[in-house]
């Protein structure tokens, strides 16, 4: 099975400030000829769903702001907010798409410093 | 939209079947990919299992010896069943509509199962 880290547990930005979330998988997530990179970043709000941000790595989803942006590949991605605004305040979550068992990190806590 | 709905028993046993039902509106759940997730109080969130509309159903290592995933197309809803639960089992479980490809697009916004004697 494909086990996801993320680094930090736990972050605290200032607002207007960048926020940058790592993940790192225990092997490639690089599969098919166009070698896409099946990793999803999800934010969680306290009592909501996950909500999927970006999927591919780096495709932001429809009405995400352009503030969020995902890098990486292979084994290594990058979950980034470019400039902190209060609502982004959550805990966000890596999930590799590869093929069942599809595992999540463990979660990375966002706060405002 | 498709929407997603949980539902069942708030409270099982030790030892007893836990058993969910997310019912699916706006859409067919028949020709998609569905998936449960869960998530114990105040932790992180695990992948529980992934059921085609073949029904062909993925699941968790851990839980696999325990668990059946299940599609009902006449009522149009998706079921997970898990046998001798512990308190372990206790959490938030989620389902969500899942695109061909494996990506949990849509979620439902969860129902709290606790194992309580």
């Known amino acids: 099975d494909i086990v996801m880290t993320q680094s930090p547990d736990s972050l605290a930005v200032s607002l207007g400030e960048r926020a940058t979330i790592n993940c790192k998988s225990s092997q490639s997530l690089i599969y098919g000829s166009n070698n896409d990179n099946y990793l999803l970043w999800f934010q969680q709000k306290p009592g909501q769903p996950p909500k999927l941000l970006i999927s591919?790595?780096?495709t932001r989803e429809s009405g995400v702001p352009d503030r969020f942006s995902g890098s990486g590949s292979g084994t290594d991605f990058t979950l980034t907010i470019s400039s902190l605004q209060a609502e982004d305040v959550a805990v966000y979550y890596c999930q590799h798409f590869y093929g069942p068992p599809y595992s999540f990190g463990q979660g990375t806590k966002l706060e405002i410093k | 939209q498709v929407q997603l709905q949980e539902s069942g028993p708030g409270l099982v046993k030790p030892s007893e079947t836990l058993s969910l039902t997310c019912t699916v509106s706006g859409g067919s759940i028949s020709g998609s990919y569905w998936s449960w997730t869960r998530q114990p109080p105040g932790k992180g969130l695990e992948w529980v299992g992934h059921i085609y509309y073949t029904g062909t159903a993925y699941y968790q290592t851990s839980l696999k010896s325990r668990l059946t995933i299940s599609l009902d197309t006449s009522k149009n809803q998706i079921s997970l069943k898990l046998s001798s639960v512990t308190d372990a089992d206790t959490a938030v479980y989620y389902c969500a509509k899942v695109s061909p490809s494996g990506v949990a697009e849509h979620w439902g916004q969860g129902t709290l199962v606790t194992v309580f004697s």
């Open positions: 591919w790595a780096s």
